[in-house]
């Protein structure tokens, strides 16, 4: 049996089959394991590619993550906030804080703006901007939203689709979010208002690579380095995968690759339809430039949304809120800019020297970081970090769909084998449900993410608690002192 891809939903799905006795054979492209949610180790700083929260209300996702990490999973509270203006104005949006922050002018436009958009709330939206513009209304709209998440996917806000924005910050509106904001009110029911999660020790790779290592233990193949050339398939379904040094014959592929990778790679080809539908599926792709910082992080979020045009940097992480054991020098920090671009493009082409000086003159620009204070920097490129839900997206994955039911031994799982926008917990959940489907158990893995009984909305289940994270009290008062100042 074939798993493709060594990502949390790859070792995952190869976890739980070679913990019930089957022979497993991982394959994976790169040179390490963990996929878009890996953690990168440069001179002792340890960074993470995106900044990948662990939160779920799933009890298996849950249990297995205590099972792999134990006290190594830590409990970290949440703050994160968007720069603006020059300003912090914490998000989710609170409107107390969004009154004090843009002024009665700004505040009189707003206010006219969601009283204009009361009849859009009662109608069905098609796009991102249609749904935010009717739970904000235009003005906080184009404050907040358009241009942020124009620079975050490339394209208009009128060209992605509503179920992204529903996916992503489900049961958030502004009514919603001042009703979080009231004394007593802890925001518990709105997705985007968790205030607490979980976070490896190490980085989310440390997770990857213990869940690697069972894999290993329990006899089941993992080789790296060894991307997917084809997909020979016959009129029952996959007869064998080929890298390129060999050929293996399978009984069962369960593939996190891109879906668009799977159809290009199909022996015989599939249909021109399905492989036009596939080669139109787009992603968004980024890179972090992680800059060493002399003295302090400039700001204690776990990470900054910045909202300013004037430069190109997307988002900012700040490890050490994260973990403390991220930075291991206590005189020095580590901050990750995100760019987010196209494969190919002038920011994704540059050179990482001239990568590491942008950060450094952005951070400057911002006001955050003076430029001798910035001690070295690396530089890691994402491709295909998020799928992109256009016009079209969903046209085509119904025909690659269908086509796939052809194919009833090969199941595609995780954020780019089902082109979903998953978090790690979801994209585990699709692994866990694809070996179920092997014994018969029929769940629609698309289903997974779509539905809302798999989101944050509810409560964890009391039976998981959330472990106290082993910190030193040094390391909470240097948080506490953060946060605070």
Request: charged letters at 25%; a neutral charge.
């Amino acid at each position: 049996m074939a798993v493709l891809g060594a990502g949390p939903a790859g070792l995952t799905a190869a976890y739980r089959l070679a913990a019930r006795g089957e022979r497993v054979v991982v394959l994976e492209a790169g040179d390490t394991v963990g996929g878009l949610a890996r953690t990168v180790e440069r001179d002792g700083f340890r960074f993470d590619l995106g900044g990948h929260r662990f939160f779920t209300k799933s009890r298996e996702v849950a249990e297995l993550w205590e099972e792999l990490l134990g006290d190594d999973l830590l409990v970290r509270p949440r703050l994160s906030r968007i720069y603006w203006r020059g300003r912090f104005i914490g998000y989710p949006l609170r409107a107390g804080e969004v009154v004090r922050r843009i002024g009665p002018v700004e505040l009189g436009r707003s206010a006219a703006s969601y009283v204009r958009a009361a009849p859009a709330r009662r109608r069905p939206a098609d796009s991102f901007d249609e749904w935010v513009t009717a739970r904000f209304g235009r003005r906080l709209f184009e404050l907040f939203f358009k241009a942020y998440t124009e620079k975050v996917w490339g394209v208009e806000t009128s060209e992605l689709r509503a179920e992204w924005a529903a996916q992503r910050i489900r049961g958030l509106s502004l009514t919603s979010a001042a009703r979080a904001g009231l004394p007593g009110r802890n925001g518990g029911e709105v997705k985007s208002l968790i205030e607490e999660f979980r976070y490896p020790r190490l980085g989310p790779g440390q997770m990857w690579e213990e869940l690697a290592r069972r894999v290993e233990a329990l006899g089941g193949e993992l080789h790296l380095d060894e991307p997917v050339r084809a997909l020979h398939r016959d009129v029952h379904g996959v007869t064998a995968v080929e890298t390129p040094g060999r050929r293996i014959p399978v009984s069962a592929v369960i593939s996190s690759i891109p879906l668009r990778t799977t159809v290009a790679v199909a022996r015989p080809s599939a249909p021109s339809a399905v492989r036009d539908a596939a080669a139109g599926l787009r992603y968004r792709d980024f890179l972090t430039v992680a800059l060493v910082l002399r003295g302090r992080p400039p700001f204690p979020d776990n990470w900054i949304y910045v909202h300013d045009p004037e430069v190109r940097v997307g988002r900012i992480q700040n490890y050490r809120a994260w973990s403390p054991w991220m930075a291991p020098d206590p005189e020095r920090s580590c901050v990750g800019l995100e760019y987010f671009c196209f494969e190919g493009d002038e920011t994704w082409g540059c050179s990482d020297d001239d990568l590491v000086a942008l950060g450094r003159d952005e951070l400057a620009q911002l006001g955050l970081v003076a430029p001798e204070d910035v001690l070295g920097g690396h530089v890691v490129r994402v491709p295909k970090a998020y799928p992109i839900y256009d016009a079209t997206y969903a046209t085509r994955l119904g025909r690659i769909r269908t086509w796939l039911e052809d194919l009833p031994n090969l199941q595609q799982i995780g954020r780019n084998g089902l082109h979903r926008y998953n978090n790690s917990d979801h994209s585990m959940l699709t692994a866990m449900r694809a070996v179920d489907n092997l014994d018969g158990a029929g769940y629609d893995i698309w289903a997974v993410n779509a539905d809302r009984a798999y989101h944050e909305t509810a409560d964890v289940p009391a039976e998981q608690p959330y472990r106290r994270s082993p910190e030193t009290p040094a390391m909470r008062r240097e948080l506490a002192d953060e946060v605070a100042g």
